[in-house]
Structure formats: C-alpha cells, structure tokens
C-alpha cells in the first residue's frame, strides 16, 4: 500500500539555524499539507499546498515558514531561523481529493 | 470555538469492554475522519465518514454521524491490550480540505 514518507524521523537543531523537513506524498496526489504537534497537544493545521502554490495557511504559519515542491516528488517544509517554540511533530499528509487524508510518520523536531 | 472536541479526554477500561469516544464539531463538514496514534507516533487512519452518512463499520469499529448535532461517535467493540493509543477525530471542512482535528481521548485497555 503507498504511504506518505518523511525524512528525518528525528531533528536536533540549536535556535535561530535553519531546518529543512522533507516529505514524499503519495504519487498521485494532488493535495498536500503540514501539520504539527506539540507534545500533549492537538495536531494543528499550518498550510496546505495544491496545484504548486499554498492554498490555506494558518497563523502559526508566518514568514519563519515555507514550503516547496522542488521536484514533483518531494515536499518540503522550512523553518528558516528556529525558536524554542517550534519543537514538535511535524506531519506531512497528502490526499487525492475529499478522501482520506493520509499522514507520514513525522518528524520530531528539537530545538535547543 | 473548537472543532472536533472529544470526549472523554480519558478512558480506561477492561479487555473485551466497548470503548465509546464522542466527538463534536462546530462548522459544516464534507467529511469526518478519525485516527489513531500511539504514544509519540504517527497518525494512523481509522475510518472516513461522509456528511451524507449516518454510519459506518470497519472491523472492530463503528462510526456514527449526527449533523444535526454536529457530533460523531466512534465504538470500539471487544477491546484489547493493543487498542490503548490516543483516538482524535478531524473534521474536513471543505475548501482546502484541511483536517481540525480534537484533543483527542486517551484510551487505556487494561489486560
């Protein structure tokens, strides 16, 4: 069965350095997004992506962040200069259209 | 206001006992989605339900929808030992088709 993969599982980076977090959808999908967790809370939305450009952003989502769809594959969200605040799982998830929406494993990210 | 609040925020019952989660919502929905996540991992994806359904089985599991009440219940039968993860449901408003997902209720299944 296809999946949603994310790279890295796991991301320690020190405050103000910049992270690259990278996902691949499932190929046929059209819709992506980015979500994240802090830890013992809810998964929050922050930006979905369609047709090569964002569609929604939440928020959360300020000019720190940005993402790209470099290559038709990968999907990749960056945090250019990190805070504290920022730690979480990050979840890539992908969709065809008004479907289940599928996540990948996500990626942990510490801030220190 | 929130979408997708569940409740109970805490469950802890016996093997083979049904767990019940309830979930409510405050806007119109195309869908709503629950899903499942062990302790510091990923989501998994339980079962879809549409707006235009009352209710919906898979498995173990069984999903009922009430727009009118903008709420949704999910049961799971005959539970087990593996079953104890946290259950969130995401409700997909249409448009971007981004999820608002709940708090989440925190299901125990002891053995």
């Known amino acids: 069965e296809p999946e949603v993969t994310q790279t890295p599982s796991h991301q320690v980076t020190q405050m103000g350095q910049e992270v690259i977090l990278r996902c691949v959808p499932i190929?046929?999908?059209?819709?992506f997004y980015w979500y994240r967790q802090i830890l013992g809370q809810k998964v929050e939305f922050l930006v979905s992506?369609?047709?090569?450009?964002?569609?929604?952003k939440s928020e959360i989502f300020d000019d720190q962040f940005s993402v790209e769809r470099p290559d038709g594959s990968n999907f990749t969200l960056k945090i250019r200069s990190t805070k504290l605040e920022d730690s979480a799982m990050y979840f890539c998830?992908?969709?065809?259209?008004?479907?289940?929406?599928?996540f990948g494993p996500g990626t942990r990210l510490l801030v220190l | 206001s929130q979408q997708g609040e569940e409740d109970p925020q805490a469950l802890s019952i016996q093997e083979g006992e049904n767990a019940t989660m309830n979930c409510s919502y405050k806007?119109?929905?195309?869908?709503l989605q629950w899903y499942r996540q062990n302790s510091g991992r990923g989501l998994v994806h339980l079962i879809l339900?549409?707006?235009?359904?009352r209710e919906k089985h898979s498995g173990r599991l069984r999903v009922t929808l009430d727009t009118s009440k903008k709420s949704s219940s999910l049961l799971i039968t005959a539970s087990r030992a593996a079953d104890t993860a946290s259950y969130f449901c995401?409700?997909?408003?249409?448009?971007?088709?981004?999820?608002?997902f709940g708090k989440g209720t925190k299901l125990t299944v002891n053995p």
């Open positions: 995401a409700a997909d408003q249409g448009g971007s088709e981004k999820l608002v």
């Open positions: 339900i549409r707006s235009n359904e």
């Open positions: 998830a992908s969709i065809l259209s008004q479907e289940t929406q599928y």
């Open positions: 806007t119109s929905i195309n869908n």
């Open positions: 190929s046929n999908h059209l819709y």
């Open positions: 992506f369609y047709n090569n450009e964002i569609s929604e």
